[in-house]
């Protein structure tokens, strides 16, 4: 007796009498004015904190990635996404699922001609600067959204990924569009027997 | 009473969680007089009963109380050995207690980082490249199915072998595991898990698992 070689999702609908509040996140409605704000109050506060704007940046992607590396165990038991086999993929998940999931966006990736691990997300619509004009006076290399950064750094290190994630234009800051940099560094391997030859 | 117990494994192969879920046998306490008919032996730390099945006390089952006192280990409450006290006919008559050992957090411990290593030599051990691990493990009396996520954690599950829906209830705990261990602020990753709601939630996921899943007789 032999199991199926690829296991297929179950099709009869189990219905587990939970609480709403563990929906998925695609499915939540929240006000999302209030989050937009939160978030804001939070850049504002620390701005008011710390006087450099690397400091800021820091900040704002550690916080992001203590939220990535818990926030991926999220994506991963609600999209049944399987593994990925190559960055391209993986930047395309990131895009087309991942930032669905959470933003309710879909950046567009471009790849790098150079170089075979670096990917760029171009954001077209960013409901985080909503209501942000301008960023303020004396505030000109504030990373308004690296939580974000964070987020995708401490989400791929969690599935043994290393990338430095940075924006690489903000229209904030001027620039005609905003684009998120992704480069994928050395692979963390978990240790594999490799015979050698 | 279909799916006995869930062990949630870390990275590292640390328990972070268990929990189980079986209804204990009714184990009698029992009357005894001089001279003792069931043959008992000691073994890592315990008396356990090495012949003379009768009765509902099967072979294996180990002393866990007597005259109404928990034993502790080999030793009864009193710090006397249970060997010693049983093989004096003075404190005869007794009743004893038996029943089957339950397993200790230690040995828990110990038998999840053990399945860790050997998930890991599964994988290595697969002709093909890239395979998932051991998904089942089976015996006459129970299925222990384990889902590893892409970042290293495992679910396991055992259960009856009729029981059915165990895959969704291996990604049902794991979004039980996202929302309520890992969006608590408080909870530390890859410690014990100590977290309410999650053992709220994941009893009901049982029991709905357990009604939806049986197909077979008895249920």
Known sequence: MSRPGNKRPEYHKIDWHLPAISSSASAHSMNRDLFVLTYGALVAQLCKDYEKDEDVNNYLDKMGYGIGIRLIEDFLARSYVKKCHSYSEITDLIAQVAFKMYLGITPSVTRNESSRNEFSLILDKNPLVEFVEELPAGRSSLCYCNLLCGVIRGALEMVHLTADVTFLQDRLKGDKVTEIGITFLKKLEEKKYRRKK | ?219
């Open chain 2, 1 to 219: 009473m279909a799916i006995f117990s869930v062990y949630v494994v870390n990275k590292a192969g640390g328990l972070i969680y268990q929990l189980d879920n079986y209804a204990p046998r009714a184990e009698g306490e029992k009357t005894f007089s001089y001279p003792l008919d069931l043959l008992l032996k000691l073994h890592d730390e315990r008396v356990l009963v090495a012949f003379g099945q009768r009765d509902g006390i099967r072979v294996g089952h180990a002393v866990l109380s007597i005259n109404g006192v928990d034993v502790n280990g080999k030793y009864t409450a009193e710090g006397k050995e249970v060997l010693e006290y049983l093989g004096n006919p003075a404190n005869y008559p007794v009743s004893i207690r038996f029943g089957r050992p339950r397993l200790t957090s230690n040995e828990k411990l110990m038998l999840a980082s053990m399945f860790h290593s050997l998930f890991a030599i599964g994988s290595q051990l697969s002709p093909e490249q890239g395979s998932s691990g051991i998904e089942m493990l089976e015996t006459d009396t129970f299925k222990l199915h384990c889902f590893q996520t892409l970042t290293g954690i495992k679910f396991v599950v055992l259960a009856d072998p009729r029981q059915g829906g165990i895959d969704s209830l291996l990604r049902k705990i794991y979004e039980i595991y996202s929302d309520f261990a890992l969006k608590n602020p408080f909870y530390s990753l890859e410690m014990p898990i100590r977290c309410e709601l999650f053992d709220q939630n994941l009893k009901l996921a049982l029991e709905v698992a357990e009604k939806a899943g049986t197909f077979g007789p008895g249920s």
